[in-house]
């Protein structure tokens, strides 16, 4: 079948019933190219909460007309949504064709009964998000649409898959399983010809074999296939193969290509997790779906930037928290070779807020995790199934025989990954967990040290024997804030393999050592690795004396969940260098500085917070005020040195949490760390001042992209000196325009807390530094043009084609 986008000439507004449009009352329509969030655009208030960034819930629409050739009518037309946010009705020249609950998997929609050949047809989308998150989730169609037409006798939608069934470095056996369908009169009988294609395009295998298949029942062709000298697709090497089937009588009837990989996946308590028999321990991050300054639209280049940048710091492995992946991110992973622990869901039976996917479960589970594995099967990126995350219900009996139902449906659908649960020992006992709390010192009490409470109970008998059971269901064990239990598993339970499916930032050099000296740890997920809105404030700093300070989120106008190692403009924060020496992936050392501001002032930080510094030694206006620097290395020992000046040294490495802090008064100019090990220098790196005027500095991530709806141009602006050095507490407000072919498609910086909208075209910079994201809409020079107060305006070319 024929996949084509489906995602541009849409308009949308503000969900109008019939009543609304008779009187005039519905708000008008406004074009819009796909993937979109609705909610981005809405106002915020206090009254919203902060789960979901402050932001409202709404209900929406979208429309579309499109034309349908008189003599189509021997063909089949499915539109093919990705995912729409959330409970969407898809109504057809006004007729409901599609209905489906999840916002986060796909789900295709049948058009021929609903067609009017040789006419223009429209689709009308209905969606409402809810109070039914606990992070942003947007609302609207906000991953791509396709619109797959193929004749009667055709391979179905998703109907290729391909695995591994066994492989070596000198050979490999490949099953494809094709879907055959027939909606002609009688039973026809065709041919499935098979090639498989190496990473250079090259035939490395082929297969032809006669199917029959009868109106209305579906046949399945099974063709296995050897592969000699494969190349196979793993972290450090993601080869990838391509399988092409071809239906075929007289004439070529329908085709399919899919992309795969040729690799197997296997985990023990003994030898952990191993790809393709090699070793493996997950540098993993939690992430979030949504793009920052996007909102909750998926598109294509924004999901793929994320990957490579998070790749970059050090991550080898992704957790999509807490829903299923996008298709782009899946391909971005398979192509760069980083591992994808796949999730299904937050909530299954019990509720997490008033109006979320848990009122739906019971009924459409099946759907869901037929719609996630059937979208995951061919990238090899995916090593593994999460079946939910913090589910409190699994603890009960009741919740235990839920475990295994998702774990057994998953298996049917897909015996070839394992699969594992992201298990929060305090909710699984919430109810006891609450006693305790009250029994020494209240809920606040419990609040005010929530990761050391969770740490202790994970760790006791309650929840070793209330989570037995939904444990023994699953491959993996997945562990939220339980790695207490990492070393007495072992032996409690020898053939537990367990993964920190989430986990404290802050905690990273403990658990990665836990990870290394035991091999049923097969790796660790951070909490976070990329920023994201909702859940506003709760990786967040503030002063003790502060309103709010002990709480779990941050009051308005917090945006951000402000715990991610990258920000969400893709600025890498002092955790991130951190967290990439402890993973022995940097030798050079780090200095972060707590920001002027907290100077001697007594703070309060959540589980889920770094210190409140930056990589930064330029301050406007701090000279003299006293500040705390922080020093990351692995080095046994490391100096500071202000302008060549030696300001002391102090033993770093592993023993000491591969952390060393200094006082020093500042002053500007150009601190420099030294690391040395047995007295030999293993790395340096300087911090300078910015000094001189300040500067508006622009730099696109590339200077060409693709003329298409899909790709998108990051472009970075700074307020710098003119040596490049970001200034900080000197920010503004930045106008950005954009002429060409091309749109603004969001536009923000990192600030935690704002009451600016990233649809503007003017915002204030952070800590310096803004970004800006340009869509293409055509083939030409795209021209960005940014300017500040007292800047000179600056601008930059980008060639779409």
Known sequence: MRRTPFTAGWQTRRHANFFAEMVGAAAPWQPVTLPHDATLAEPRDAAHGAGSGYFPAGVYEYRKTFDVPADAADQRRVLEFEAVYRTAMVYVNGSLAGHWASGYTGFAVPLDDHLRYGEQNEVRVVCRSHADSRWYAGAGIHRPVHLVTGPLLRIAPDGVRVTTVDAGRDLAVVEVVTTVVNDRPRLATVEAVTELRGPDGAVVAADRAPVSVRPGEPAVVRQQLVVRDPALWGPGSPALHTATVRLADDSSIDEETVTFGIRTVTVDPVRGLRVNDEPVLLRGACVHSDNGVLGAATIDRADERRVQLLQAAGFNALRSAHNPMSRAMLEACDRLGVLVMDELTDMWTESKSDFDAALDFPEWWQRDVAAMVRKDVNHPSVVMYSIGNEIPELGTAHGALWSRRLAEEVRRLDPTRPVTNGVNGMLAVIGEARATAEAEGGINTMLADMGGFMRELSSSELVGRRTAESFAV????????????????????????????????????????????????IGDFTWTGWDYLGEAGIGRTSDAEDPGARGFAGPYPWLLAWCGDIDITGHRRPASYYREIVFGLRSDPYLAVVRPERSGRETVSTPWAWSDSVGSWSFAGAEGTPLTVELYSDAEEVELLLDGRSLGTAKAGEANRFRAGFEVTYAPGELTAVARTCGAETGRSSLRSATGPVQLAVAADRDAVRADDTDLAYVDLALTDAAGTVALGVDREVTVTVDGPGVLAGFGSAAPATEESYLDDVHTTSDGRALAVVRPTGAGTITVTASAPGCAAVTLTVHAG
């Open 474 to 521: 699953l491959d993996v064990a997945g562990m939220n804030y339980m790695d207490a239990r990492y070393e007495a598993d072992r032996d409690a339970f020898p053939n537990r393999v367990i993964v920190g499916s989430e986990t404290f930032p802050a905690e990273i050099d403990v658990l990665w050592r836990l990870v290394q000296d035991n091999p049923h740890v």
